[in-house]
Nanobody, 129 residues
Framework: QLQLVESGGGLVQPGGSLRLSCEAS????????IGWFRQAPGKEREAVSC????????QYADSVKGRFTISRDNPKNTVYLQMSSLKPEDTAVYYC??????????????????????WGQGTQVTVSS
């Protein structure tokens, strides 16, 4: 069973940056589309970003476009989410997840959370002064 482990969360001031990592327990991560999701207290889980198996394409929610960058290093079985210009409304638990299918159109990866079969335990990101 594939396990995903997120790290890199923490407390940061508005305008600051954090880099989240999602590491897989097996070397099969390059077979999966990886998504980052987040859930704030009292709110529904929302998709933040997703990246193709090779890293050739990525998608972003409008709320993070231009501020977040997703990337992957398949030999290291790791996917990253670089977050910049953080806002208090970015405060949430961030999860990575793996989907064992491709998406067409690519934007479907943001609207198909049910297709993600493996989830990490989450890492807390708090943006506050």
């Amino acid at each position: 069973q594939l396990q995903l482990v997120e790290s890199g969360g923490g407390l940061v001031q508005p305008g600051g940056s954090l880099r989240l990592s999602c590491e897989a327990s097996r070397s099969t991560l390059d077979s999966a589309v990886i998504g980052w999701f987040r859930q704030a207290p009292g709110k529904e889980r929302e998709a933040v970003s997703c990246i193709s198996r090779s890293g050739g394409w990525s998608q972003y929610a409008d709320s993070v476009k231009g501020r977040f960058t997703i990337s992957r290093d398949n030999p290291k079985n790791t996917v990253y989410l670089q977050m910049s210009s953080l806002k208090p409304e970015d405060t949430a638990v961030y999860y990575c997840a793996a989907a064992w299918r491709n998406f067409w159109p690519q934007s479907l990866c943001l609207r198909s959370s049910h297709e993600y079969l493996n989830w990490g335990q989450g890492t807390q990101v708090t943006v506050s002064s």
